[in-house]
């Protein structure tokens, strides 16, 4: 457990009492868009109301099966998107009162267009191909469904550095330098091959500082923010591209999207079994499996599920963050310039150091800055004793 007093020394007041502000303001309100969103799956989903809205929407389409499915599909991401706008954009506010948001209204308004729409283009026909094999199927539709869950949660992760994330930054590569010939060395003395390295135009949007590495084999690269490189040191930047390339090391992506794509085909069994309950058919207001009124209350326990997996999902990502800190310790053996780096990350993202544990515990992804620096410190300890 990290030491606090050793957290306090490593901040001033001032910046610690920045942090915890800053938490304070906007949990409630990320929170808050999270309860809201399934308060309006469960209203949708375990009521008739989500039949009604499924009934009305594919109305105005024509009626058939296939409008059903489709536009009760892009009612239900427009509504949920339409339910969490409002706190999503009084986080924006919060975080603009505290230096870390650059870019516009408009722009952002763009990207919350730009996000709906790739929601849209994704949703739209997995739940046609879906409810088309529920159709074919009624009772063992899940098998080849949990098999394309697999199947797609794969291809996502594959084309996610090479589609998506174009869509919402742009990239250009670093330019010829000591900076980029050390990130490549690193990368080499760590045994990774590694294609490019890029900037990402971060700066557009937030002051907030990262690095990344992302894509597998002939697409790896790292990507580091503009922000990270304007403020930080060069030892820094190969800190935090050390961390990453640990990721890479101990194969974090391709071991999380197998385990992703294990854990898609095991959900769709447990929502087929779920879906074709017949109290919840009927609190639901549709007819059977195959009906496309049955669509909100598959989202209501897509999203019921989703919630209640977060904590296990945030334990395991914050395992997976302290051994890349230790990797980057042991790669680069410079515990000094690695708290260095994390105090300011901690800063310029104005993080609090050590939030309450079960703050920690519930939401985070990764180990508290106190924690990380605490390791660190005991890793050096450890060091020095051999």
């Known amino acids: 457990m990290a030491d606090t007093a ?37 209203v949708l ?60 209204w408009s722009g952002w308004a763009v990207d919350v267009l730009r996000g709906t729409a790739v929601t849209l283009a994704l949703f739209l026909p997995l739940a046609l191909g879906l409810y ?33 994330e174009p869509l919402f930054n742009r990239f250009g590569p670093l330019p010829e330098g000591e900076l980029r010939t050390s ?17 990402a135009d971060a700066s557009r949007r937030t002051t907030a500082l990262n690095a990344y590495v992302s894509g597998f084999g002939p697409t790896r690269r790292i990507v580091v923010y503009d922000t990270l490189l304007s403020t930080a040191e ?64 598959l989202a209501a326990l897509a999203a019921l599920l989703g919630a209640l997996s977060t904590p296990v999902q945030c334990a395991a990502s914050r395992r997976i963050e302290a051994r890349a800190d230790r990797h980057a310790l042991e790669l680069t053996g410079d515990a000094q310039q690695f708290i260095a780096m994390q105090r300011r990350l901690a800063v310029a993202n104005v993080a609090d150091p050590y939030p309450p544990r079960a703050v920690e515990l519930l939401l985070a992804t990764h180990p508290s800055t106190g924690r990380r620096i605490a390791a660190a410190r005991s890793w050096l300890a450890a060091r020095e004793a051999r």
């Open 132 to 164: 088309a094999l529920i159709g074919r199927s009624p009772d063992r539709w899940w098998i080849p469904a949990a098999a394309a869950a697999a199947l797609l949660t794969v291809a996502l992760s594959f084309l996610h550095p090479l589609v998506f």
């Open 234 to 297: 060069p030892r820094e930047i190969e800190l935090v591209a050390a961390h990453e390339l640990g990721h890479v090391k101990h194969r974090d992506v391709a071991t999380g999207t197998v385990l992703g794509a294990l854990g898609a085909a095991l959900v769709v069994p447990v929502l087929a079994a779920l879906l074709a309950w017949r109290p919840l058919l009927d609190a639901a207001g549709a007819a059977d499996v195959q009906d496309p009124r049955s669509l909100p209350l």
């Open 45 to 104: 989903g375990f009521t008739a109301a989500g039949a009604g809205l499924v009934g009305a929407v594919g109305g105005w389409f024509g009626g058939s099966w296939a409008a059903e499915v489709l536009a009760g599909s892009a009612a239900l991401v427009l509504l949920g998107r339409a339910v969490t706008l409002p706190f999503s954009a009084r986080v924006r506010v919060v975080s603009a009162r505290y230096g870390l948001v650059t870019q516009g």
């Open 183 to 199: 990130l490549l060395e690193l990368a080499r003395r760590d045994g990774i091959a590694v294609r490019d390295v890029l900037v």
């Open 6 to 42: 050793s957290t306090d020394a490593d901040f001033t007041p001032q910046e610690l009492a920045r942090g915890r502000a800053l938490r304070r303001a906007r949990l409630p309100w990320a929170l808050g868009g999270q309860l809201a969103s399934l308060a309006l799956s469960a």
